[in-house]
């Protein structure tokens, strides 16, 4: 399955033939998505399991910085970074506005394209790691929503078995009852010791 990641190239950007780098992303299998806009952007951001979003830094500062903290309110945006690609080394001015806009890093767009695969494949790994803890937290509720199940089922089934022991211990011999009340209190039983079992599982493991 291939991930996908956003290039926002701006309204005025022209058809060019792909860099270095896009045909390395595709090479990798990652699937990148061209915007012009950023309505665009933010409608992949929340149609696609995105692994990144690269965005052509034009100069306007302040504009670009608009455009990543609007980025970062779309649904899902928190799950992927937002790299800005310039052919020029920015001024560290314009590096803290756009860091504190929420900005990953910076990319040279001029850089070799190893240099831009690192980057993604570091966070690729990142998003599987939060991907795990995610579902960490789904089996956490699911842990304790086993645990009640557990507790709901143990319950009966202590009542279940102890009224099956009275009724055959009260039956009479040659009772043709008493035989098939002994199996079903010998089943009772076995099913306690299941439970009991998956009890103790449960606790080892949560």
């Known amino acids: 399955?291939?991930?996908?990641?956003?290039?926002?190239?701006?309204?005025?950007?022209?058809?060019?033939?792909?860099?270095?780098?896009?045909?390395?992303?595709?090479?990798?299998?990652?699937?990148?998505?061209?915007?012009?806009?950023?309505?665009?952007?933010?409608?992949?951001?929340?149609?696609?399991?995105?692994?990144?979003?690269?965005?052509?830094?034009?100069?306007?500062?302040?504009?670009?910085?608009?455009?990543?903290?609007?980025?970062?309110?779309?649904?899902?945006?928190?799950?992927?970074?937002?790299?800005?690609?310039?052919?020029?080394?920015?001024?560290?001015?314009?590096?803290?506005?756009l860091a504190e806009a929420g900005m990953t890093s910076l990319i040279n767009s001029n850089a070799p394209p190893e240099f831009l695969m690192h980057q993604l494949r570091a966070q690729r790994e990142l998003l599987s790691v939060k991907l795990l803890e995610e579902n960490g937290m789904d089996l956490n509720s699911l842990s304790q929503e086993a645990r009640k199940i557990l507790h709901d089922l143990s319950q009966p089934l202590a009542a279940l078995q102890g009224r099956l022991q009275i009724l055959e211990i009260k039956s009479l011999e040659g009772d043709p009852l008493k035989g098939a009340l002994k199996d079903m209190t010998g089943l009772a039983m076995q099913v306690t010791d299941h439970l009991r079992q998956l009890h103790e599982l449960h606790r080892k493991y949560s």
């Open 1 to 97: 399955m291939n991930e996908h990641i956003v290039h926002l190239t701006g309204a005025d950007a022209e058809t060019q033939k792909p860099a270095g780098w896009e045909n390395a992303l595709e090479k990798e299998g990652f699937h990148l998505l061209r915007a012009k806009t950023l309505n665009q952007a933010k409608y992949y951001a929340k149609a696609y399991r995105l692994v990144g979003l690269l965005i052509d830094l034009n100069g306007d500062d302040a504009a670009t910085s608009e455009a990543i903290q609007d980025l970062l309110k779309t649904d899902g945006a928190c799950r992927f970074p937002i790299f800005g690609l310039s052919a020029k080394t920015l001024r560290p001015k314009s590096q803290r506005q």
